[in-house]
């Protein structure tokens, strides 16, 4: 079993829509997370950070439930500039990156 | 902004050849990362150092060394290149454990061993 798994997609979403990315974790001694993006043929860029209360940043959402290892991220009224792929990030020690998940967000 | 460069974007490389691939960070980090990453797979850590001389294993570290000499540089080397070290390489840097702890990525190289 993958430390941190995520669905891969792709998702297909029309401009506008919501769209959730849900992540599990094994470790349950992992003390953060984060959600990082990677558009095609570039490097991994940091997102946002989760926190237990959860976080907002502007059209972005994060959510994590440490009872369940569960992490996810809810983009709103998506953007054709969101098309990327999203990753999944634990950290115990060193960081654990999920394989990510592809969106793709078309006109 | 912070700036990782890494010596080659694209590099082919035959099987058996020594490879050297080089990360420079501008920011002073203490942490330096060495990160393959592979379809399906993600990006899978081979090798990280906390300071100079130092070094830890990764996940994956058979047939690669690494050295770091200087605090802005992070040397990752493959000993005797094969086939299955075809893949993109991302080296990163970061603060100290314990601070605000953003990954800071160069834009990689695509390897291929033929």
């Known amino acids: 079993r993958k430390e941190v798994e995520q669905d891969p997609g792709p998702f297909n979403v029309p401009e506008g829509a919501t769209v959730a990315f849900n992540c599990t974790y094994s470790?349950?001694?992992?003390?953060?997370f984060f959600w990082y993006r990677q558009d095609c043929r570039k490097e991994p860029k940091l997102l946002m950070s989760?926190?237990?209360s959860g976080n907002e940043d502007g059209r972005f959402t994060a959510q994590l439930n440490r009872a369940s290892q569960y992490i996810s991220l809810l983009i709103r009224d998506s953007k054709l500039s969101d098309s990327a792929t999203y990753l999944c990030?634990?950290?115990?020690?060193?960081?654990?990156f999920g394989q990510g998940t592809e969106l793709s967000v078309k006109p | 902004d912070v700036k990782v460069t890494q010596s080659s974007r694209y590099l082919v490389k035959r099987t058996g050849e020594k490879v050297f691939l080089e990360c420079v960070q501008d920011?002073?980090?203490?942490?330096m990362f060495w990160y393959r990453q592979d379809p399906g797979l993600g990006l899978r850590l081979i090798y990280f150092?906390?300071?100079?001389?130092?070094?830890e294993k990764g996940d994956i570290p058979e047939g690669y060394s690494v050295s770091r000499e200087k605090k802005e540089r992070f040397s990752l080397i493959l000993e005797s290149a094969s086939t299955n070290q075809t893949s993109m390489y991302l080296c990163?840097?970061?603060?100290?454990?314990?601070?605000?702890?953003?990954?800071?990525f160069g834009p990689g190289t695509r390897l291929t061993v033929t």
């Open positions: 990030v634990a950290q115990g020690g060193k960081l654990i």
């Open positions: 150092s906390y300071d100079v001389k130092m070094k």
């Open positions: 990163a840097s970061s603060p100290p454990w314990g601070a605000a702890y953003e990954q800071y």
């Open positions: 989760v926190y237990s």
């Open positions: 470790n349950s001694a992992s003390q953060s």
């Open positions: 920011m002073d980090h203490e942490n």
